[in-house]
């Protein structure tokens, strides 16, 4: 299964980007989308998941009240819009799928099933 991630770029600090994540087609169930990111050196950090069934959503602490995950559940396609962009947010997007349900959203690489190819997203300041 391939996911597609798009919407990455170059932009200055303080601007925003709106990334896309679609799954070309439905062939089975999805029940979180979420997004990563991974910087030079770094491991992956979790961003940010949204259920795909009640659209609840859930943040990690360094985008907190800047990003915003919204879904449109007939194409499973998936956003992540980024405001008030930081040289410090400055890496490869990932999204990625999990099948299977959690009680709490799930944030660990280890929770999904099925990433995407990754969109380079850089912050210049």
């Known amino acids: 299964v391939q996911l597609q991630a798009s919407g990455g770029g170059l932009v200055q600090a303080g601007g925003s980007l709106r990334l896309s994540c679609e799954v070309p087609?439905?062939?089975?169930?999805?029940?979180?989308m979420g997004w990563f990111r991974q910087a030079p050196g770094k491991e992956r950090e979790f961003v940010a998941v949204?259920?795909?069934?009640?659209?609840?959503?859930s943040y990690g602490d360094a985008v907190k009240g800047r990003f915003i995950v919204s879904r449109v559940n007939a194409k499973i396609t998936v956003y992540l819009q980024m405001n008030s962009l930081k040289p410090e947010d400055t890496a490869v997007y990932y999204c990625?799928?999990?099948?299977?349900?959690?009680?709490?959203?799930?944030?660990?690489?280890?929770?999904?099933?099925?990433w995407g190819q990754g969109t380079q997203v850089t912050v210049s300041s």
């Open positions: 990625a799928a999990s099948l299977r349900p959690y009680y709490t959203p799930p944030s660990k690489v280890s929770d999904y099933d099925y």
């Open positions: 087609a439905r062939t089975f169930s999805i029940y979180n």
């Open positions: 949204i259920k795909l069934s009640s659209g609840s959503t």
